[in-house]
């Protein structure tokens, strides 16, 4: 008598429960990115952590810094941050390049296939990664469905919320049922600080796993990883002309 195979291969997700899901979820990431950029406001990188504030600093290298923080109710977790001052990029430079698409390929150059499905708002997209055979083991022949918000604040900081779907809104996306989606990957994000000149300090903050669905030693070490895209990113914001001033390389 029970035979939900039929239904359970192919459904969807309307467009309000998406939007409703990603802009509770989106805000609650922006809090936390801006939160973390908030404990150090100095325009040198690693000038003192508040002692207060659960970040330890792992490395403080070339002019980046790189901590972590525990996280979840259980706190068996990590948060990474890294944080540097870009002395030759401003704000939008870094911005236009600081996205899931350009961040996913900083990650691992076999990504297959990048694409956006759809905008709910202006500042709010859906985007598909699709990585191959060749791709890390974590990543390998698997699909990402992760929501992009970027929000200005009133100072002029920008935010980049990045975080991956739970599984079962990520496959309502898809035209059928899709076993090489994985749900709830990460959550990460950037937050840009305007400073004088054409300089601006950049905060990223990125939580693997999130699901918990990994070996923690494994998710630890490639967090620590995944925190120094930023070298690759600036290179690209270096090399990306901008309206207006611009910014010199």
């Not at 939160?35 to 659960?54: C, L, Q, Y």
């Not at 400073?195 to 693997?208: I, P």
């Not at 630890?220 to 914001?237: G, P, Q």
Request: net charge neutral; proline share 4%; hydrophobic share 40%.
């Amino acid at each position: 008598m029970t035979s939900p195979a039929p239904c359970s291969r192919s459904w969807s997700i309307s467009e309000d429960s998406l939007k409703r899901y990603v802009q509770f979820a989106s805000e609650s990431c922006i809090q936390e990115l801006l939160s973390a950029s908030d404990s150090n406001r100095d325009t040198r990188v690693g000038t003192g952590n508040n002692a207060n504030d659960g970040w330890k600093v792992l490395t403080l290298d070339n002019g980046v810094e790189i901590s972590k923080r525990r996280s979840g109710k259980t706190a068996s977790f990590h948060t990474f941050r890294s944080r540097w001052l870009l002395t030759s990029v401003s704000p939008q430079q870094f911005i236009t390049v600081a996205n899931a698409i350009d961040a996913a390929k900083q990650w691992d150059p076999d990504l297959v296939e990048a694409r956006y499905i759809k905008d709910l708002e202006d500042n709010l997209s859906i985007i598909r990664l699709k990585f191959g055979d060749n791709a890390k083991p974590l990543f390998r022949n698997r699909e990402f469905i992760v929501y992009e918000r970027r929000e200005t604040m009133e100072d002029g900081t920008l935010v980049v919320a990045v975080a991956s779907l739970p599984k079962e809104i990520a496959a309502g996306l898809q035209p059928k049922q899709n076993n090489a989606i994985r749900g709830l990957l990460l959550q990460s994000g950037w937050v840009v600080e305007k400073l004088k000149g054409d300089s601006c300090m950049v905060t990223y903050v990125v939580q693997l796993d999130p699901a918990g669905w990994m070996p923690r030693c494994f998710v630890n070490r490639l967090n620590n990883r995944l925190v120094m895209i930023i070298e690759n990113l600036k290179k690209l914001a270096q090399a990306c002309p901008i309206d207006g001033d611009g910014g010199e390389t």
